[in-house]
């Protein structure tokens, strides 16, 4: 079969240095969003930045991926909510994104067996090896997850 390749357009507008705004709209979704420098990199802050929008974009495809994952394997799940910290190293001028710890607790209907919750727990910690961010970024930044399964 031939590989298939997919597209996912964004297109930026900025003005100005550090102290500069901009705003980013999605292709495919239309959605937009306003952009700033945060404040401990000496920026206004007051919108969303790039740090914010790599741990997003990796929290997302977590959690989508954990979703189709849990579906397929008939897993009752009840809710998923998914905690996440990015972390940005600096040293003077040298700024390295280092690390995402995400965090999900995975509620399972009250009737979930043992083995569903072990389960559970098991494609929690896998789920990031199929998310297409966390394989994008694999190598580069340490990506750890931190699953609490409950029913």
């Keep these: 079969m031939?590989?298939?390749?997919?597209e996912y357009p964004v297109q930026v507008s900025w003005s100005g240095g550090r102290e500069g705004n901009g705003n980013a709209t999605a292709?495919?979704?239309?959605?937009?969003?306003?952009l700033a420098v945060p404040p401990e990199?000496?920026?206004?802050?007051?919108a969303t930045n790039p740090e914010e929008l790599l741990t997003s974009a990796i929290t997302a495809c977590y959690?989508?991926?954990?979703g189709i994952i849990a579906a397929n394997r008939r897993l009752p799940v009840k809710d998923l909510?998914?905690?996440a910290v990015g972390t940005v190293e600096q040293q003077g001028a040298?700024?390295?994104?280092?690390?995402?710890?995400i965090r999900p607790t995975i509620t399972l209907d009250g009737s979930a067996t043992d083995?569903?919750?072990?389960?559970?727990?098991?494609?929690?910690?896998?789920?990031?090896?199929?998310?297409?961010?966390?394989?994008?970024?694999?190598g580069k930044v340490e990506v750890s997850v931190e699953p609490k399964v409950i029913r």
């Design 115 to 138: 083995a569903q919750v072990a389960t559970a727990e098991d494609l929690a910690h896998k789920a990031d090896n199929y998310c297409i961010i966390t394989n994008a970024v694999r």
């Design 94 to 101: 040298s700024f390295t994104y280092k690390q995402v710890v």
């Design 63 to 66: 959690s989508m991926t954990f």
């Design 2 to 6: 031939a590989a298939q390749l997919h």
């Design 27 to 34: 292709g495919h979704s239309g959605t937009a969003f306003d």
């Design 81 to 83: 909510k998914v905690e």
């Design 41 to 46: 990199f000496q920026g206004p802050g007051g």
